[in-house]
């Protein structure tokens, strides 16, 4: 039996990348956590930026958003089997330029820039969280950073900082919303890690997923289409894979 340490920026992002690997490693006896990297609640002290509030209104999910959608993610996790442990930076869209009341996001495009030279500073801290408390022996999964959302980019270079083995998985949706394709992700000839997804782990993917209720209007029409994409995004054949190079 192995464990495994998959690392999720949000609370979202292992279950839509890889809920159908993660059902079928627990299901075949392997221990299985999400650690979830942004799942911190917004500064003490600073309101709400403009666009955190965009969001919260389309989420539609109450006043305390942190806390039920931390309460999706351990749905989530129910359904996949899994463990969950999370650490505490707030999502980007609540954060501010340090010692600043500047807003790190303004708009969506904001996402995607980079996190030097001001945000540098979160990586050793989310590092230092994973030396830490990361067992003995693992298997630990990182996503490739597809679509270089700051976040996501924060997860994969927090786990390179710790020198730990690591493999990684592909970033739904940018990998396949966006102009990307996997190739430009990957090395040439990367160890590969692959297990075949039943139609039960097709269908505990779409379930957990489904638990992230305040998500699905973010990127689907409605929970039909999110099941469908899913499937589709299976049949393409991504989300059994990941790769360690």
């Known amino acids: 039996m192995k464990t495994w340490i998959f690392l999720s920026a949000h609370f979202d992002d292992v279950v839509l990348s890889v809920g159908g690997l993660v059902w079928e490693l627990t299901r075949r006896g392997d221990r299985v956590e999400v650690w979830t990297i942004c799942a911190g609640d917004p500064p003490a002290g600073k309101p709400l930026t403009e666009y955190a509030q965009l969001l919260h209104g389309f989420w539609n999910i109450g006043e305390d958003v942190p806390l039920t959608r931390s309460l999706e993610d351990a749905a989530c996790c129910r359904v ?3 463990g969950f442990r999370r650490y505490t930076v707030p999502d980007n869209i609540y954060r501010y330029l340090p010692g600043s009341n500047e807003p790190v996001i303004k708009e969506n495009e ?3 820039k980079p996190l030097e030279p001001d945000e540098a500073y979160l ?3 989310a590092a230092d969280f994973f030396r830490k408390n990361l067992p003995e022996t693992c298997e630990l999964v990182a996503p490739l950073g597809i679509g270089n959302h700051r976040d996501h980019s924060l997860t994969r270079r927090a786990a390179e900082h710790t020198g730990h083995s690591l493999w990684h998985y592909a970033d739904y949706p940018y990998l396949v919303y966006g102009e990307h394709t996997l190739a430009d992700w990957l090395p040439a000839e990367p160890e590969t890690f692959s297990l075949e997804i039943s139609p039960s782990g097709l269908k505990a993917w779409q379930d957990g997923f489904a638990c992230q209720r305040s998500q699905i209007p973010l990127l689907f029409v ?14 393409a054949g991504y989300g059994s894979t990941v790769w360690k190079f």
């Open 222 to 235: 409605d929970e039909e289409d999110m099941r469908a994409s899913i499937e589709k995004y299976l049949k």
């Open 80 to 82: 996949l089997g899994t």
């Open 110 to 112: 904001d996402q995607f």
């Open 123 to 125: 990586v050793p801290l």
